[in-house]
């Protein structure tokens, strides 16, 4: 009998094992095939790991087998003498004395993609087709160790704030943002839907823990196929109790920003570099009432005002051109967006009620963001329920955290891969997403 007591020391090692131990010694590596060189009596075996590529060094003669047998794609188990060598990836290269191949890719069967190239050079629908080989490229990786990083911030920095984590149910009986944009569902003879927001659970949980926060999907039946939306997206979403104001809520996300920028410079410098990502500035960040921001675009780029009550994709990417060019801000808060284009729990401004305490932030022209002060009185909701039409009675479980009191609060939701996509330059947020589902894929 054997028992299973945590860790055991391993024979293998690591690129930051080997960085740590100075570049010396015999090393043994496991990684995957990225790329051969065959330069004739000796090659160049270049191994893909998590850590990064590692340069292998085979030379006939000092190890067994034939370079022509190894692929693209094989598993190994290599040993060597590790090497100093300041133009290989990591700053040093092993020197094979043997090679092992734990796996192989099935016979006949070619790389689909040029995976090993700096930029693979093909469309976007040949890497989405191609998603599981096409995730290998080096770039294609370092693109989701950023927003892996930016979800790691984001978290930090809630946890900093006092914020508790939670989780929501994606299968739902109501639908919170209103439309019919909606997944349905037969959930045992009953009628379901794909949660759009986490919305009335994270405002139901800021009665049990006053700040609370979620990053999860969300799911929208809209028929785009646009470069900016998606079905299924990653939220990440937080509300907190006892604002003063709805700008209590943008300061958050303000300071939420800084904090994140700061986090991925330090522990993402590797993929910033290989993506050439200059991070924005989060010094301070402009604020603009929606109507006034209309208006501004309007008059210095000359462009007629269709739409009184929403923002055209134009003209968001207009008012973050007019605050680049104005304030050097690739950022800017626009506020008090119409009552009628917001959901019912916005709450209406007191002084002007066809306006709502809400925002959205704008990242170099594009909405990420949406957010502001919910409506926490009883009565308020109600009659805003009833002044659309509504019945309230459809809404029983969440018109009970009024009942039963709630405080002020706030909150928003990002969408992650809008985030990410502006961060990168990215033309399509396709490109910022694992495995899209949009209106025509759901595979892979």
């Given at each position: 009998?054997?028992?299973?007591?945590?860790?055991?020391?391993?024979?293998?090692?690591?690129?930051?094992?080997?960085?740590?131990?100075?570049?010396?010694?015999?090393?043994?590596?496991?990684?995957?095939?990225?790329?051969?060189?065959?330069?004739?009596?000796?090659?160049?075996?270049?191994?893909?790991?998590?850590?990064?590529?590692?340069?292998?060094?085979?030379?006939?003669?000092?190890?067994?087998?034939?370079?022509?047998?190894?692929?693209?794609?094989?598993?190994?188990?290599?040993?060597?003498?590790?090497?100093?060598?300041?133009?290989?990836?990591?700053?040093?290269?092993?020197?094979?004395?043997?090679?092992?191949?734990?796996?192989?890719?099935?016979?006949?069967?070619?790389?689909?993609?040029?995976?090993?190239?700096?930029?693979?050079?093909?469309?976007?629908?040949?890497?989405?087709?191609?998603?599981?080989?096409?995730?290998?490229?080096?770039?294609?990786?370092?693109?989701f160790k950023i927003q892996e990083g930016i979800i790691r911030g984001f978290r930090d920095f809630m946890f900093s704030q006092?914020?508790?984590?939670?989780?929501?149910?994606?299968?739902?009986?109501?639908?919170?943002?209103?439309?019919?944009?909606?997944?349905?569902?037969?959930?045992?003879?009953?009628?379901?839907?794909?949660?759009?927001?986490?919305?009335?659970?994270?405002?139901?949980?800021?009665?049990?823990?006053?700040?609370?926060?979620?990053?999860?999907?969300?799911?929208?039946?809209?028929?785009?196929?646009?470069?900016?939306?998606?079905?299924?997206?990653?939220?990440?979403?937080?509300?907190?109790?006892?604002?003063?104001?709805?700008?209590?809520?943008?300061?958050?996300?303000?300071?939420?920003?800084?904090?994140?920028?700061?986090?991925?410079?330090?522990?993402?410098?590797?993929?910033?570099?290989?993506?050439?990502?200059?991070?924005?500035?989060?010094?301070?960040?402009?604020?603009?009432?929606?109507?006034?921001?209309?208006?501004?675009?309007?008059?210095?780029?000359?462009?007629?005002?269709?739409?009184?009550?929403?923002?055209?994709?134009?003209?968001?990417?207009?008012?973050?051109?007019?605050?680049?060019?104005?304030?050097?801000?690739?950022?800017?808060?626009?506020?008090?967006?119409?009552?009628?284009?917001?959901?019912?729990?916005?709450?209406?401004?007191?002084?002007?009620?066809?306006?709502?305490?809400?925002?959205?932030?704008?990242?170099?022209?594009?909405?990420?963001?949406?957010?502001?002060?919910?409506?926490?009185?009883?009565?308020?909701?109600?009659?805003?329920?009833?002044?659309?039409?509504?019945?309230?009675?459809?809404?029983?479980?969440?018109?009970?955290?009024?009942?039963?009191?709630?405080?002020?609060?706030?909150?928003?939701?990002?969408?992650?891969?809008?985030?990410?996509?502006?961060?990168?330059?990215?033309?399509?947020?396709?490109?910022?997403?694992?495995?899209?589902?949009?209106?025509?894929?759901?595979?892979?």
């Amino acid at each position: 009998m054997d028992f299973i007591t945590g860790f055991r020391k391993k024979d293998t090692h690591e690129i930051s094992d080997i960085l740590e131990s100075g570049f010396t010694g015999n090393v043994k590596i496991n990684g995957m095939i990225h790329t051969i060189r065959d330069m004739g009596e000796f090659a160049f075996l270049v191994l893909r790991k998590r850590e990064g590529l590692i340069q292998c060094v085979w030379e006939e003669g000092k190890i067994n087998g034939c370079v022509k047998d190894l692929k693209e794609g094989m598993t190994v188990l290599v040993e060597g003498i590790v090497h100093q060598e300041e133009r290989a990836p990591q700053g040093f290269e092993v020197l094979l004395s043997d090679i092992q191949i734990l796996s192989s890719p099935l016979d006949g069967c070619m790389m689909p993609l040029p995976i090993s190239k700096w930029k693979m050079k093909t469309s976007l629908e040949t890497k989405l087709a191609y998603r599981p080989v096409s995730l290998r490229n080096i770039r294609e990786r370092a693109v989701f160790k950023i927003q892996e990083g930016i979800i790691r911030g984001f978290r930090d920095f809630m946890f900093s704030q006092q914020f508790t984590e939670i989780r929501t149910p994606k299968i739902v009986a109501g639908n919170a943002e209103g439309g019919a944009n909606v997944f349905k569902l037969e959930y045992f003879g009953k009628k379901a839907f794909l949660a759009q927001s986490p919305q009335f659970y994270k405002q139901t949980m800021v009665g049990v823990y006053d700040r609370v926060f979620e990053a999860a999907p969300v799911f929208r039946a809209e028929k785009h196929n646009t470069t900016r939306h998606l079905n299924e997206y990653t939220s990440l979403d937080f509300e907190m109790g006892y604002i003063n104001g709805f700008e209590d809520v943008m300061v958050m996300e303000t300071e939420m920003l800084r904090y994140t920028f700061a986090f991925l410079e330090k522990a993402y410098e590797k993929e910033l570099k290989i993506l050439d990502i200059t991070l924005p500035k989060v010094d301070k960040i402009p604020s603009v009432r929606f109507d006034a921001a209309k208006v501004m675009v309007s008059e210095k780029y000359n462009r007629k005002i269709r739409n009184p009550y929403d923002l055209e994709p134009e003209e968001e990417t207009l008012i973050g051109r007019y605050f680049k060019e104005e304030y050097d801000s690739d950022f800017v808060f626009v506020t008090h967006y119409p009552s009628k284009k917001r959901p019912f729990y916005a709450m209406d401004d007191p002084t002007d009620p066809k306006f709502t305490l809400s925002f959205d932030l704008l990242f170099k022209g594009m909405e990420i963001t949406t957010g502001g002060q919910r409506i926490h009185d009883y009565g308020e909701q109600v009659k805003k329920m009833e002044a659309r039409g509504m019945n309230p009675e459809d809404f029983t479980n969440f018109l009970m955290i009024h009942k039963h009191g709630m405080p002020p609060h706030g909150g928003l939701g990002i969408g992650l891969e809008r985030l990410t996509m502006k961060l990168l330059d990215e033309q399509n947020v396709r490109e910022t997403t694992l495995f899209p589902r949009d209106v025509s894929r759901l595979e892979p």
